[in-house]
């Protein structure tokens, strides 16, 4: 009911957690998968087939890759899946954090820019988005890492070229897993 709830919001993209390490693992297949949005499996240091699997079982159509994945991983990747959307996520501490990104010019969809953490996926904390600027490259980006009602101004003040979206996670949950819809709303209305 929660997919269904959060679908009917108009959102492009909803992620499932594939890393059993998360609390938000998703174990096995709801009872309802989006048909409105595009499914996006988020995976952490995952093998191929480990991943393949996924997209076959949950009918993905992108696979966020949150960990060290390597672009050989993603270009296997897009052998054994040509159809799959890439999204590759990079922790953001500083403006050298976005040197590696350049290696993933042509291989990924999308970039996704989160906060730092020694967990596995996000920290639900923010980071300065003003070290954004100095990404030159040519893949547009999702912005994530701690977005909430309470820093929105923040986040919608920040301009860039290739910014493409918004990543919603741990500040829009009733529980981990469980999402507010009414958060998500107001967040979309004021965006």
Not at 24 to 44: D, I, M, T
Not at 82 to 100: D, M
Request: net charge negative; glycine share 8%.
């Amino acid at each position: 009911q929660n997919i269904r709830e959060v679908e009917a919001l108009g959102i492009d993209l909803m992620g499932f957690i594939f890393s059993p390490r998360s609390k938000r693992y998703v174990a096995e297949l709801p009872e309802y998968l989006p048909a409105q949005c595009k499914r996006v499996g988020v995976f952490v240091n995952a093998d191929i087939p480990f991943i393949t699997q996924h997209v076959s079982d949950f009918g993905l159509d992108y696979v966020q890759l949150h960990g060290a994945e390597t672009p050989d991983l993603c270009r296997q990747l897009r052998k054994e899946c040509p159809n799959i959307g890439i999204i590759k996520a990079f922790s953001i501490k500083n403006s050298q954090s976005l040197l590696p990104t350049a290696q993933y010019e042509g291989l990924a969809d999308y970039l996704l820019f989160d906060t730092p953490t020694v967990l596995d996926g996000g920290s639900g904390e923010t980071f300065d988005h003003n070290i954004l600027n100095h990404y030159t490259g040519h893949t547009p980006f999702l912005l994530s890492g701690g977005l909430s009602l309470d820093n929105q101004k923040q986040t919608f003040s920040f301009s860039h070229p290739m910014l493409a979206g918004y990543d919603l996670n741990s500040r829009f949950e009733i529980e981990p897993a469980l999402k507010d819809p009414l958060k998500i709303k107001k967040y979309i209305n004021n965006l």
